[in-house]
């Protein structure tokens, strides 16, 4: 029983402090580095080897995290939906407009993933069919990344520093989310496992917190590089279906974070750096 319950909490409560440590780079070091490191992946890295101990079937670590890349590019929906919904709506009142933001947005996200786990349900693919669609998923989050930083958009660091109260709903949000995915791993639910695996909470908190705290420039401006960043969960979890059945927990997610964050997050890193400087010295060009 006891085993049982480690499990679970001791991914729930590091993924909780890996989210306190990485979300807070967006208020200290501004919507580019801040985006990119706060999109590395981080929390899936305990739910990934917590899930991998929790399936009762191969074939279940694999379907979820194939699954995570649909995921991902359904947050990536998600954030732009935080650029688009408060120029559409142009509310008076930021408040209201934060609040009327944060209902549309996950409102959406919700819809999207009860829909990904009925379809799947009822359609029950192949491991082959699933890592296809997370293949396809990855591809298509990578190029919205790219397209969601083609303009870039003022990304400044946040002046005005966040409470211990806001930093520990973060931790409490990736926390419950980690530990939701694995208690649906146990279950048998291996796509809704993967689907609370990359729920938005950080996200959500992250927008909020620099919305309020910092000011609309400081989230709007993290999005894009986000966006692009978050494409490294997906190579993480694509990574984890090959390593992890053949190497230890420890040493494979080891692997796949190196690879993912070596191959994915410093290079979007070094692109977004120099497509803002490039637009930098256009600017300036009289």
Known sequence: MLDSAADVLVPALAAGLIAVLATVAVERLGGVLGGILASVPTTIVPAAIGMHGAAADPGDFTQSMAFIPVGILMNAGYLTLWRVIPAKLGMRSHRHLLAATVAISLGAWLAMATAVVWVHEAARPSEALALAIGCTACAAGFCLGIAANRVPHPAPAGS??????????????????????????????????????????????????????QGAQVPSGAVGPIILGTTSVSAYALLATVLFPRMPAPAAAAACWALAAGCVSLPAFLWIRGVRATSGSRRATP
């Open 160 to 213: 005005r520093r966040v409470g211990p109260v806001v930093l520990a709903v973060r931790g409490l949000a990736a926390g419950a989310a980690t530990g939701a995915a694995v208690l649906l791993s146990r279950s048998g639910m291996p796509v809704a496992a993967g689907m609370g695996t990359v729920f938005p909470a950080i996200f959500t908190t992250i927008m909020v917190a620099t919305w309020l705290s």
